[in-house]
C-alpha cells in the first residue's frame, strides 16, 4: 500500500482541488453543468466567509483526492450535522484505503463537533460506490430524494 497523508486543505491547494472536482464532474457525468471556477472554489474554501472545508489526500508531493464538505443542522435532532458534498478519489489511486481514510477523518471531525449524523449522496447507478458506503455502515434511505431549485427556479419562486 502507498503511503498518503489526510490533511485539511489549505490555500495553495485550491486549484488541484478544483481540477480534482472538475474530475468527479466528468466522472458523473455531468460537467456540461459545472459553472463553478478556480475563483469560487478558492471564495467558497478560503474566503471571507467560507461555506465549505476541504481534506485533501497526497500521495508523493502530489494531491490525489478531496473530501468537501460543510455543517449543517437537524431540527428533529436538536444537532448539528456534517455534510460531505463530494469526495473524489483519482482512479489510479483508487483501492488503497484513500476514500476509506477520508471518511474516517471526516467522522472524526463530526465527532468533535458533537454532530448527531453524516450525509451524502450517491448516484443510483455508481454501485461500487454504494458497496462501499455500505461496507462502511452507511445506509442507503430509499424513501428521501434530493430536492432542487436551480437559479431559474430560484428567481421564479423569490419573484412570486
Not at 455543517?71 to 473524489?88: A, K, V
Not at 483508487?94 to 471518511?103: M, V
Request: some cysteine.
Amino acid at each position: 500500500m502507498p503511503e498518503f497523508t489526510i490533511r485539511p486543505a489549505n490555500l495553495q491547494d485550491t486549484e488541484v482541488i478544483h481540477s480534482l472536482l472538475m474530475e468527479l464532474a466528468v466522472y458523473e457525468k455531468i460537467d456540461h453543468l459545472v459553472e463553478a471556477t478556480v475563483n469560487s472554489t478558492h471564495k467558497a474554501l478560503f474566503g471571507t466567509i467560507p461555506v465549505a472545508n476541504a481534506l485533501v489526500a497526497e500521495l508523493n508531493g502530489a494531491l490525489v483526492a478531496t473530501a468537501v464538505y460543510f455543517q449543517n443542522y437537524s431540527t428533529f435532532m436538536g444537532r448539528p450535522g456534517l455534510y460531505l458534498e463530494d469526495i473524489y478519489v483519482q482512479p489510479a489511486h483508487r483501492g488503497n484505503g484513500i476514500g476509506r481514510s477520508l471518511l474516517i477523518e471526516l467522522a472524526k471531525i463530526a465527532r468533535s463537533r458533537g454532530c448527531g449524523r453524516m450525509e451524502w449522496s450517491v448516484l443510483g447507478w455508481n454501485t461500487r460506490a454504494i458497496d462501499f458506503y455500505e461496507r462502511l455502515g452507511a445506509q442507503i434511505l430509499p424513501d428521501w430524494h434530493i430536492v432542487r431549485l436551480t437559479h431559474a427556479g430560484i428567481d421564479d419562486l423569490a419573484g412570486q
